[in-house]
């Protein structure tokens, strides 16, 4: 005897062996035995074989009309024999009644399992909805297919026109097209962004990462609601003074001017002017509200994304021709030992009557015309009075960085200017370390050193950057935000408090507002503050920017990772000049590009080696590259220059930013080199972005980064 039986969800047919009870010994037709019960068996039978019954039923059962079975099948629950009956006749043997089991038991959409060979046909209206939805299906994994085809066939279905980014990017994994598009890159062996790059849906690999990063970022779009500039909260006193500032020629968003008076006792008064954005913007305006939201100006090469509207942005940029609000401090120097006599910070409205350019005064203003006297531009007089007062500054961190056993500054003397039109770029080098930027970095460090001094002596919170060591006395650096004061060690001053770029930076914004109400009210500044002490909404200011701004350095070093390996590829380079930096790490010379280079051996830092590009992948943002042979070694002649040429670079910093136990020298040399370095580093949306350092010269956006601005993994700020 043979027995039909169901198993664990699925239907059997085999042999029987013995009986003992309510139970059956079966052998099925592999060979496996299994106990079955009686309850499970459906049909008992002698003939055919069972392993022939089910290819029979099998065959049987597709032959079934599922439309016509369900016509004769009765509303109510039914056993499957009574059915059978009905709809085969007399001709209704073992491989009709267990054709007919598996018919109805794969097509729960006409009939419902109701037990053991029961079931119940479908309500008409259900029935017809669920082979609606089936036909639906069935059309859709027909359209599906045929997208897959054409994508395999490196061919861009209709379809998919303006939606591949978005698939890329935030996709409905749900829709056909993004299944036909993950089918087909699987069956082809590459991701699905190769598919679309191979395929035309992107125009090219840029595309991609910048529509990643504003899908995260920006999801509604970079544009700004419309807002009207808030009118200046205060009549301010007009200052006695011509100001000028040192921008790239085309920065737009200037935050900084200096001025120069000649006091009568053979002193000067020295003025950082600083744009007052928060002499318009109150907490918690609309302005406000589109200003922490975004918590900062967003920099890649070619493009920007600004922290503020234009027509804001506008009302507050120190633009020469008129009188512009300003946070001023002004500093009475003794011009025959540079000390500071005196300080004071002012509200006030600042006459700006030039903006200089890095682009036509670099190559004039040098430390030979400076020594000389020689040389006719703007302000020259000024430029003379700020150069050495600038330098001195610069010693005294020297003397309070060695206090803290750091060693003096070297800064490196090139840096990088991207410039983007299209899909080109064009990478030009400009020397760094120019008298114009060194005045520019040091008065930047000094106002926010001061500014952070004033914050703390009234009692009022503000938002500092730390960096102190980490264990021992020497031991590496670690940097923080937060919202007391503290030293910054690697810039030698005894507190760091961004305030100079409150166009750029909301941080920069919430100290400028702390500032204001000490200005105004004195000891009872912590009282009128927006932010009171330990104030919560402060401290999520902190974290929040703290992130973001990570975030936003994070995709300008790709995106100028990805334009030195486009220039690469567009200048057609098979070879390349590179630098040791440590290790396997070395740094290009013509592009401020790192790569490790596999099987470099054992070198001197500063060995130059020639290269062969292998490959360059815009996609991942990957090069290969591999040794050539060594071009020349350099010559160490003495323990300084072991000395400098360790201290010059931070290669680990460089690699991997994570690892704060390496932030020592590489911070504290990019942020006085580049703090305040308005004064090359600034690059419009249109055109340049400078690779090393913030466009104001608050280089604390390189922390743990190379500290000459060499790397496309350095978080720097190009320009405005």
Known sequence: MNVFFEESGS????????????????????????????????????KPAAGELMERADAAAQQIDLDFLWECAPEEEFPFATLGAEYFGDAFGPIERAALVLRMHGAPVYFRRKGRGQYQRAPQEQLQMALASLERKRQQALVQSGYEAELKDGRLPDAFAGKVLGMLTKPDKNSIEYKALEAAAAQRGVSPARLMLDCGGIPSARALHEARFLSEYFPHGTGFAPVTPGALSEELPQAEVEAFSIDDVTTTEIDDAFSVEHLSDGRVRIGVHIAAPALGITRGDAVDAIARARLSTVYMPGDKITMLPDDVVDVFTLAEGGMRPALSLYSIVNRETQDIVATETRAELVFVKTNLRHNTLDEQVTEAALAAGTGDYPHKDDIAVLWPFAQALFEKRQVMRASYGL????????????????????????RRGSPLDLIVAELAILANSTWGALLHDHGVPGIYRSQRAFGAPTGPKRTRMQTTAAPHEGLGVAQYAWSTSPLRRYVDLVNQWQLLACVHHGVTAKLAAPFKPKDADLFAVVQGFDDTYTAYADHQRRMEYFWCLRWIKQEGRKQVVATVV??????????????????????????????????????????????????????????ADVEEADDSEGAEEVIDAADESAESEAEAQAEADLDGADAGDAASAEGATPHGGEPDGDADGADGADAAGSNPHHATEPGR
Request: glycine share 8%.
């Open 582 to 639: 440590k290790g396997d790490l070395v740094r290009l010379e013509e592009v401020p590009l790192l790569l490790h280079v596999p099987g470099l051996g054992v070198h001197a830092r500063g060995t130059r080696v020639l290269l062969d590009v292998m490959s360059l992948d815009e996609l991942t943002i990957e090069a290969s590259v591999r040794l050539v042979h060594v071009l020349d070694a350099p010559s160490v002649t003495s323990g």
């Open 11 to 46: 239907f059997k047919a085999g042999s029987v062996l013995s009986k003992q009870g309510d139970a059956f010994q079966v052998e099925l037709p592999g060979g496996r035995r299994a106990k079955v019960r009686a309850k499970d068996v459906l049909i008992e039978f002698d």
């Open 407 to 430: 060693k003096r500054e070297v800064q490196r003397n090139t840096d990088f200017n991207f410039y983007v039109e299209g899909e080109h770029v064009t990478i030009t080098p400009r």
